[in-house]
Every structure is written in structure tokens, then in C-alpha cells.
């Protein structure tokens, strides 16, 4: 699998699922069932998730966050045709 760069979205949570997707192209970056995750002391703490509007390199199984930039990185999921994304044209 080759290296795809993505643009962190917002955290959701639905009763005891949190995700974040990539804002651009909707992949799963992180995926939890909280119910899964034990914590001392009986805490509920979240578990990390990536700051949103960061840029993370995704490779396999493998996430990486990068530098901040003002210019698209080569390599990002926004060079992925529209119609493999799922963007809906409105006229």
C-alpha cells in the first residue's frame, strides 16, 4: 500500500462510538468502541485523536501526523477522482 496523505476532520461520538474521518475524501482515520478500552481508576478519559484540520500520512496500518503547510502535499486524497470520493455535483 502506498503512502496517502489526509485532512483530519472533526471527533464524533454516537453513544460509545468515537471516530474522526478525513474532511476531504470521509476515510475512517480513528475508530473507537469505548466500551473496549479500559482506564485506571474507573476514569473516562478520551482516548488521543488527532487535532482536526492537521494533515496525516496514512500508509497501511501506519499514521504519521506532518509538518503544517500552506500548499497541498503531493500525494494527498484530494489528487483522487471525484467520482471514487463520492463528491455529489450541484449545478
Known amino acids: 500500500m502506498s503512502e496517502i496523505v489526509h485532512f483530519t476532520g472533526q471527533q464524533v461520538q454516537i453513544g460509545n462510538r468515537l471516530r474522526q474521518?478525513?474532511?476531504?475524501c470521509g476515510l475512517v482515520l480513528i475508530d473507537y468502541d469505548l466500551t473496549r478500552i479500559a482506564v485506571p481508576g474507573g476514569t473516562n478519559p478520551?482516548?488521543?485523536?488527532?487535532?482536526?484540520?492537521?494533515?496525516?500520512s496514512v500508509d497501511?496500518?501506519?499514521?504519521?501526523?506532518l509538518p503544517d503547510t500552506d500548499k497541498l502535499p503531493a500525494g494527498s486524497c484530494a489528487?483522487?477522482?471525484?467520482?471514487?470520493?463520492?463528491?455529489?455535483q450541484t449545478t
Open 60 to 65: 497501511g496500518g501506519c499514521s504519521v501526523l
Open 46 to 56: 478520551r482516548p488521543p485523536m488527532w487535532e482536526v484540520g492537521r494533515l496525516v
Open 21 to 24: 474521518r478525513c474532511s476531504w
Open 79 to 88: 489528487d483522487i477522482d471525484d467520482d471514487v470520493t463520492g463528491l455529489v
